[in-house]
């Protein structure tokens, strides 16, 4: 070996050697930044713990934090409602336009099709809320006894918000699915109907089950719209008329801490520390749910040879 080809040789040692520390410390930061953001959490939430019993906070029913009456479940039920209304338009379509991208479109439509679905997430979330409260509002304002704030439009933008996260990562599922059992099932007689919807799909299962657990994660997490469209009023979900409560104005988590952070509260009050104890609540969701979705994926992940 000549001693170019050594200095060659150990300027490729070297230079993977830096990139595997550069790698690392990349790594590391991820987990730094994380490990900060929940003691910073942390560290307010145990003050307004202090002040405010967890018993009352996790079971009192009202959020008026001006009366000194900090109730969560007002602001989980608005929550609650808006994911629930994105997901009956996320779900169902992004899984449906999933099997269309996997397995009827063709490699050129689904080389233009699935990139131009994907622009969807990178649309600012407060364009989608801005056209809810200006566009889809007034719409069903012409024949439903609707408010000018409300969680139907808001959750509407945000299920169009989330359907990329679900339609992507499905479609990836079911791409992964062997040709071998969908050439079995032609063979048997089937067709692509069948096959899309009773072997691909239970196949891909595990996937398709983790993209509606992330995707619902990130509609928990929506800030944007729903401070716009779906206004500032934290009341509880009436059970008896749940509809009832698309078509008013409720208040999420996320759109309480940014009312709480934007007011001209005291840097060290209470009203002002109750925003990291639902910061924190949220990163507690949020948490379990993707915990809940690896676990989904690992369970119910297929194996082929």
């Known amino acids: 070996m000549s001693a170019q080809d050594i200095v060659q040789e150990d300027t490729r040692s070297i230079r993977g050697i830096a990139f595997k520390y550069v790698f690392a410390v990349c790594a590391f930061l991820s987990i730094l930044t994380t490990i900060a953001i929940v003691i910073t959490l942390l560290i307010d939430a145990v003050d307004f713990f202090a002040a405010v019993p967890p018993l009352e906070f996790f079971t009192e029913t009202e959020w008026i934090p001006a009366e000194g009456t900090y109730g969560i479940w007002p602001l989980i039920s608005g929550t609650i409602t808006i994911t629930i209304g994105s997901a009956l338009i996320a779900l169902p379509i992004g899984l449906l336009t999933a099997i269309y991208l996997s397995e009827y ?67 990836d599922a079911m ?27 239970p196949a ?14 990130r509609a928990i997490g929506e800030t944007m719209i729903v401070a716009v469209a779906a206004g500032q009023t ?37 009203e002002y520390k109750s925003l990291f104890a639902i910061g924190l609540t949220l990163f507690v969701i949020t948490f379990a749910m993707n915990v809940f979705s690896e676990w989904v994926s690992s369970r119910y992940r297929e194996v082929y040879r």
């Open 175 to 201: 791409s992964s699915v062997p040709d071998s059992l969908r050439q079995a099932s032609y063979g048997l007689g089937a067709t692509k109907f069948t096959v899309s919807t009773s072997v691909v799909v």
């Open 234 to 270: 934290p009341r509880m979900a009436d059970l008896t008329n749940p509809a009832g409560m698309f078509l008013e104005s409720v208040q999420t988590m996320t759109a309480a801490m940014v009312q709480i952070g934007a007011s001209d509260v005291v840097g060290q009050s209470t």
């Open 105 to 171: 479109a063709s490699d050129r439509r689904r080389a233009y099709l699935k990139p131009a679905l994907e622009v969807l997430a990178g649309v600012p979330t407060v364009v989608y809320g801005y056209f809810a409260l200006v566009y889809i509002t007034p719409v069903f304002d012409r024949f439903l006894p609707i408010g000018t704030f409300n969680a139907l439009s808001a959750s509407i933008m945000v299920g169009i918000m989330i359907i990329p996260m679900v339609s992507s990562i499905s479609e």
């Open 204 to 217: 891909a299962l595990s996937g398709i089950l983790s993209s509606y657990i992330l995707a619902l994660s």
